[in-house]
């Protein structure tokens, strides 16, 4: 064969080379395949070690991070600087996320924060992962999707293929006693059509090569993270606050944005609910129904932590397109506390229906005739669409088939002791005060039991007060 031709046949079989992986490509597009987020140039120097102690069903997440940044008196965000805020309480790291055959799905460098209020005395705590260029120049975001086909909730269907934080969410025995409490709430609440309830994926978490427990990973629920979520193009349209923060932290991140929040349940609170014009003003200035839902949700999923301490809102600026029209909206997070004791269900309904402490809107909405018929009509619809018996039994099953596989290796682990104690201070269970996987068992029908009484508790409790 002549050089000439040689070359021909080279050039030709690049050339259809070219041509397949331009079809991949464009076959993964059309599928929405999620993209690698691996910074090639970072080596894992704990990752042969994790997947040759042991296998996975779940995710995998490994933090290489400096020992001083998250255990050193000075300076440990995971010793004396727990309760740090903002910049100031984050440290830079490098994130592995792999899948259960450790394949690299994110792979690149970070940053890392304490996530939470109160739970930050938590001996597990909980972290939030945050992306920036200035700690990966190339890897500005995170881009592989790890909840599989998350797309923005705007109407447009647009794929969320970028974001910049996401939160690992420990499991810790005062709040979270079954590890699934926030799984199966944010599963019911999508199903009742809560349609920003965060999904969730279980993970087997590692600092430097050390076991941490099992987590589930879910997105972030900060301005940037709402932004991708509602197709906002500018994060900095939209102003959010926890209503409480200061409370629970001794700091308050947005006075402003609380102040001008505060002036509107102020006015809601002394409105006479009977005036049009009153009730124009009302719907100019927050979404109404979804409030309605957001008490909705929290009342049929028998919250015990929220009404009081867990109240975030959030608005973005009037651009004219759907959720950007400058009205408030309230957010869904921390379900810890779900599937509460039967008393329980009945005195929220009563402290969320008829009590206007801690800057409740709800009695005040109530009293429109209108409201109150719409508040009835979509507790029964979601009673019939998520809280219904056989529905409850399936959410049950599919979120503690995903995460039993992880949390029955923890309870083996040698950081179980962790999931033992509720906070820094407390002292070490003794080895007979240890739960077994019986025990679990016990607390997750208990919890569905509860979970499966909520709905005619609060159908009782609006018959009294709604007929």
């Not at 102690?53 to 004396?80: K, M, N, P, W």
């Not at 910049?87 to 690149?108: K, W």
């Not at 599989?148 to 690992?168: A, C, H, N, P, V």
């Not at 080895?431 to 016990?442: A, C, G, H, K, Q």
Request: glycine share 4%; net charge negative; charged share 25%.
């Amino acid at each position: 064969m002549s050089r000439k031709i040689r070359l021909s046949a080279l050039l030709f079989i690049s050339f259809m080379l070219l041509l397949l992986c331009t079809h991949f490509h464009l076959e993964a597009a059309s599928l929405h395949l999620p993209a690698a987020s691996v910074n090639h140039t970072l080596q894992d120097p704990w990752r042969d070690i994790i997947f040759g102690s042991r296998s996975f069903s779940s995710l995998v997440v490994s933090i290489h991070a400096d020992e001083r940044a998250l255990y050193s008196e000075e300076q440990g965000i995971l010793t004396s600087q727990y309760m740090l805020q903002g910049r100031e309480g984050e440290r830079a790291i490098r994130i592995f996320v792999y899948n259960s055959d450790g394949v690299p799905l994110i792979a690149q460098n970070a940053g890392i924060r304490v996530s939470g209020a109160t739970s930050r005395s938590a001996a597990r705590k909980s972290f939030r992962i945050i992306a920036r260029k200035d700690y990966d120049e190339n890897f500005s975001k995170f881009t592989y999707d790890l909840w599989g086909g998350r797309q923005t909730i705007d109407g447009s269907g647009k794929m969320i293929r970028e974001y910049s934080s996401f939160i690992l969410h420990s499991m810790r025995l005062a709040m979270d006693s079954t590890g699934i409490h926030n799984s199966v709430g944010y599963s019911l609440a999508r199903k009742a059509g809560i349609s920003d309830a965060a999904p969730t994926v279980p993970a087997a978490v590692y600092i430097n090569g050390e076991y941490q427990g099992a987590y589930f990973l879910l997105p972030a629920k900060n301005s940037q993270a709402l932004a991708e979520l509602y197709n906002i193009q500018d994060p900095d349209h939209i102003e959010t606050v926890s209503v409480f923060e200061e409370e629970k932290t001794g700091f308050q991140t947005h006075p402003e944005v609380l102040e001008k929040y505060l002036q509107f349940v102020s006015f809601v609170q002394s409105a006479d609910m009977c005036d049009p014009e009153v009730i124009e003003e009302i719907e100019k200035q927050m979404d109404v129904r979804q409030c309605l839902q957001y008490y909705a949700v929290n009342l049929l999923l028998a919250n015990g932590d929220w009404i009081d301490n867990n109240l975030r809102v959030w608005r973005c600026k009037n651009n004219g397109l759907p959720y950007q029209d400058g009205r408030w909206r309230f957010y869904l997070f921390d379900l810890d506390w779900i599937g509460s004791f039967p008393e329980l269900v009945t005195a929220n309904f009563c402290q969320a229906t008829q009590s206007n402490e801690y800057y409740n809107l709800l009695p005040s909405l109530l009293r429109n005739p209108d409201y109150a018929d719409l508040f009835k009509d979509i507790i029964y619809q979601m009673e019939q669409d998520a809280f219904n018996p056989d529905n409850i039994e399936s959410v049950f099953s599919e979120e503690d088939t995903r995460m039993l596989p992880e949390i029955t290796y923890d309870y083996q682990s040698d950081a179980f002791h962790t999931y033992l104690q509720y906070s820094v201070t407390s002292d070490l269970p003794e080895e007979e005060e240890y739960l077994t996987l019986d025990d679990r068992r016990l607390m997750v029908e208990d919890f569905k039991s509860h979970m499966q009484k909520a709905p005619a508790l609060i159908n009782e409790c609006l018959d009294i007060y709604y007929p």
